[in-house]
């Protein structure tokens, strides 16, 4: 498949990258500045430069995009609504499908999460629970999927991973960390076979 990968150059957006390529994947990598992409150079993959805080930018970077899997996260010198930004330019490609990666205990997954982890997710996320909420939904509302991921790790891909929908979410004192191999493999499997469209699945590792 041609798969375009937003914040390539993030931790969880380079797995995703190395991962496709792996598969045999033809890889756009996405990236405010693509010369950080690794590996910089393979075959099968092209760099991009494109700011979701720029449309422009990132509506040149996302034409033609059929299959686009996101590792948007947000860091300390990002505007607030880079997350929201970034959905609503994904959805205006009009890409045949979209896998979203959103923190687990935020938006809908809420409820899921144990009172301690709300409360936690609530004083360091604050600021961005709203852009947070506002991406899944438009997303979600396009026909893509959202995947929920637990504290994520630089661990390698457990052998015994699988996704469940949201409700079939084991419920936790504290999410299960989750390897951004793991959650990698996760959204390709989802992009592959598109299971989950309009709904929340959430990767986990037993």
Do not use: C
């Not at 792996?22 to 075959?43: K, L, M, Q």
């Not at 896998?99 to 144990?114: E, I, M, N, R, Y």
């Not at 982890?117 to 996320?125: N, Q, S, V």
């Not at 504290?151 to 929908?165: F, K, M």
């Amino acid at each position: 498949m041609d798969i375009t990968v937003l914040g390539a150059t993030g931790a969880t957006g380079a797995e995703i990258t190395r991962q496709a390529l792996e598969r045999g994947h033809a890889v756009t990598a996405v990236a405010r500045n693509p010369d950080r992409i690794t590996p910089p150079t393979s075959e099968g993959l092209t760099r991009v430069a494109g700011d979701v805080l720029d449309p422009e930018s990132i509506g040149r970077a996302l034409k033609g995009a059929r299959i686009v899997l996101s590792g948007l996260g947000i860091s300390g010198g990002d505007a607030p609504g880079a997350l929201t930004a970034g959905a609503r330019a994904a959805v205006d490609a009009e890409p045949d499908f979209i896998v979203w990666l959103a923190a687990f205990g935020t938006g809908d997954s809420a409820p899921h999460a144990g009172v301690f982890t709300r409360g936690l997710l609530k004083m360091f996320m604050k600021s961005e629970m709203a852009d947070r909420t506002t991406a899944d939904a438009i997303v979600r509302g396009d026909g893509g999927a959202v995947f929920h991921a637990g504290p994520l790790s630089n661990g390698e891909l457990s052998p015994t991973w699988r996704t469940v929908p949201l409700d079939s979410a084991p419920r936790r004192f504290f999410p299960a960390r989750v390897s951004r191999a793991t959650v990698a493999a996760a959204m390709l499997d989802e992009a592959e076979q598109q299971q989950y469209g309009g709904r929340i699945a959430v990767p986990l590792e037993r």
